[in-house]
């Protein structure tokens, strides 16, 4: 019996994966019922930085959940049917970012238990209430995008053919639940940026094209993650199968949006400099000669636009599995610092009310509670895509539509026997 | 393949119908809720006269005693500011009960609101706690609530005793303009900002008389006239929130 036991224990680099993954979970599990218990004060989260780690996290998974919506209406809507395998992988990563988010804003709020207030009690004038319903309708609709893969669970198929394959039919919805998916998205990835972009006590934030760049760099970011996600799950197991062409073209899109998002970030920093507004040029300098000159230059500019931009759109290094990975990753990393930047920048800048005084600045440095939660939600996030890869099939390109048909089928027949 | 384009076609048609219904309903509401507060009977005022101010802090520490308010938090702050002819000159920021409130645009739940007197409310049972209106206020005047305020208030019973329940943990606070003060001095017939027990803690404790109260839409009230007979400034006025504070600078401006 021992000696089954030990059999079974074979330890694997999916073991090892799993393992790791469940210590930085089982921390931040018990991280999380601290905050819960303890309360908000146990963070280092200020009435100057009320918004800090775990609002990055939520504004950034829900960036990077962004492929879902743009690839599904690519290949729904405006008849790119040939990336269909991509857009399945996406839709994947979407539902994990957005889950992910809700974990992010359950931790953050401060009345976790009131979370359904804002089904309830609408204030439609605020930008807030507007993404919490978009983004709770859209994590419904992600749900029943996704209902085709979760069908693949060998489980499943096995136990409750009939629920499977009635899953898999939802598929035959796609464009519908497509075009819900993109209005739900543009309203909520655009308006995330207007949260702040409508914040007229911080010059910072105050500006329109917060809404422009909050909704181009979750496209940009959320494409390339999701394609990162593709080619490294094939990389590490056979269970993912690709098909590199379909990769590669898409990378090449990613490579020409890049050129618009470094146009729009760029002009929209140095436009800031053409008028005096106090706040929002002290930010300004906070963001590109300040503490965060690193971030927005390196991470950001060089290392998120120009650097990947050029990997993607020179057909040799695109061509290269290894540097269009490297280019994917950056990007997908410079949209997670320009959320990081735009979020905490705007709040370290202090514009007192009091008239004549001098702009202060703060600062904020997440406490260990706020970064072990945070990690467990980074690691569940690689966690189910991880599993989602072993067993639901969610990268794999021999699967397309007609073959998902067929699949159907064979499951309906025993059914009706 | 034909039968799935018609079910597409009604379905986007369906989906049209659906968008339509629900920005009709959308439109429906937003007539309901106002982007600036409703003008009742009476419009609370408050004027400090930062000539008269001496930065004693009794305000601050009677406003903590009547609202029960954390130590650590303090609904009223007085700030020290720069000298004016050899004098310190303070200013005491409450809550500017803005007319157009950043809070109450902001808040996703609506437990930001306005009273129909110009009071700009927090309902404590409603918040979710997410932070927005902190965010959003340009004058600091909420404070989150971090901790459980637990155990004895210091201010109390010196400065005065509670009249309203302690907030819970998780909720942003703020400056009420002493609604409780209001609402139960108008029921007993008394006048706000004339009678004490009618007036916010902050002015009947102001030992020189620096803090006024009243209701704008009554011409005979104090704050009318001394703003009728004052200059006057309000806070971040750039930023069209149309506060109910109003500042009588330290050295009045001469008169041209």
């Known amino acids: 019996m021992f000696k089954k036991l030990r059999s079974k224990l074979v330890i694997t680099p999916w073991a090892i994966w799993l393992g790791l993954m469940g210590i930085i979970l089982l921390s931040g599990a018990i991280a999380g019922i601290m905050v819960f218990w303890k309360g908000l004060g146990i963070t280092n989260l200020t009435d100057r930085v009320p918004w800090g780690l775990w609002i990055t996290i939520d504004l950034s998974s829900i960036a990077l959940g962004a492929g879902a919506f743009s690839l599904c209406a690519g290949v729904y809507l405006f008849g790119l049917k040939r990336y269909q395998p991509i857009a399945r992988t996406a839709t994947f990563v979407g539902l994990i970012g957005y889950t992910m988010a809700t974990l992010a804003l359950i931790l953050d709020i401060g009345k976790p238990e009131r979370f359904w207030h804002s089904m309830v009690y609408w204030n439609t004038h605020s930008l807030l209430w507007e993404v919490t319903m978009c983004v709770i309708l859209y994590l419904t609709v992600l749900v029943f995008e996704a209902m085709p893969i979760l069908a693949n669970l060998e489980w499943l198929r096995k136990h409750l053919p009939k629920i499977a394959s009635l899953m898999e039919r939802v598929h035959h919805y796609a464009p519908i639940l497509a075009i819900i998916g993109l209005g739900l998205s543009s309203l909520h990835q655009s308006s995330l940026g207007a949260t702040y972009g409508v914040i007229k006590a911080r010059p910072f934030w105050f500006k329109p094209e917060m809404s422009v760049l909050f909704m181009f760099s979750a496209i940009v970011g959320g494409i390339s993650l999701t394609l990162f996600a593709t080619m490294l799950s094939s990389r590490l197991t056979n269970k993912a199968r690709i098909n590199d062409a379909l990769i590669e073209r898409v990378a090449q899109i990613v490579g020409y949006l890049l050129i618009g998002y470094f146009y729009f970030r760029a002009w929209d920093t140095l436009a800031t400099t053409y008028t005096y507004d106090p706040g929002r040029s002290e930010g300004l300098h906070f963001l590109t000669k300040g503490p965060f000159a690193f971030n927005f230059w390196i991470v950001e500019m060089l290392l998120g636009m120009i650097v990947p931009m050029i990997l993607l759109l020179y057909k040799p290094t695109r061509m290269n599995r290894f540097w269009r990975m490297v280019a994917l990753v950056l990007v997908a990393a410079g949209v997670v610092a320009f959320r990081w930047d735009t979020n905490i920048t705007g709040q370290l800048v202090l514009i007192s009310y009091i008239p004549g005084a001098a702009i202060t600045y703060t600062s904020y440095q997440p406490s260990w509670i706020e970064i072990l939660t945070g990690a467990a939600i980074i690691a569940y996030g690689f966690t189910a895509f991880s599993l989602g890869v072993k067993y639901l099939r969610v990268v794999d390109h021999s699967l397309i539509e007609e073959d998902h048909a067929k699949v159907k089928v064979e499951v309906v027949e025993p059914v009706t026997i | ?256």
């Open chain 2, 1 to 256: 393949m034909s039968e799935k384009n018609i079910n597409r076609r009604e379905f986007l048609k369906l989906t049209a119908v659906g968008i339509a219904v629900a920005a009709g309903t959308r439109a429906v509401t937003s007539t309901k809720a106002s982007s600036s507060a409703p003008k009742g009977k009476h419009q609370w005022a408050m004027v400090i006269d930062q000539s008269k101010c001496i930065g004693c802090g009794y305000c601050t520490l009677a406003c903590q005693a009547h609202n029960d308010v954390n130590p650590n938090i303090q609904w009223n702050k007085v700030n020290e500011g720069d000298m004016v002819a050899d004098k310190h000159v303070f200013l005491p920021r409450p809550c500017m009960h803005c007319e157009k409130a950043p809070c109450v645009e902001v808040c996703p739940v609506e437990a930001s609101y306005y009273r129909d007197d110009g009071i700009v409310m927090m309902d404590y049972e409603r918040c979710i706690g997410c932070r927005y209106c902190q965010i959003a206020c340009p004058y600091d005047a909420r404070s989150f609530n971090w901790e459980k305020f637990s155990g004895e208030n210091p201010a109390v019973p010196e400065w005065g005793t509670p009249e309203v329940e302690r907030r819970p943990r998780g909720v942003p606070e703020k400056c009420s303009f002493c609604y409780q003060r209001i609402d139960r001095g108008l029921a007993l017939g008394l006048k706000p900002g004339v009678d004490a027990d009618a007036s916010p803690a902050c002015v009947v404790v102001c030992p020189t008389g620096a803090r006024l109260f009243g209701d704008l839409n009554d011409p005979e009230s104090s704050v009318s006239k001394a703003l009728h007979e004052n200059p006057s400034f309000r806070l971040r006025e750039n930023l069209g929130t149309e506060p109910r504070v109003y500042y009588i600078p330290a050295v009045p401006a001469k008169e041209a």
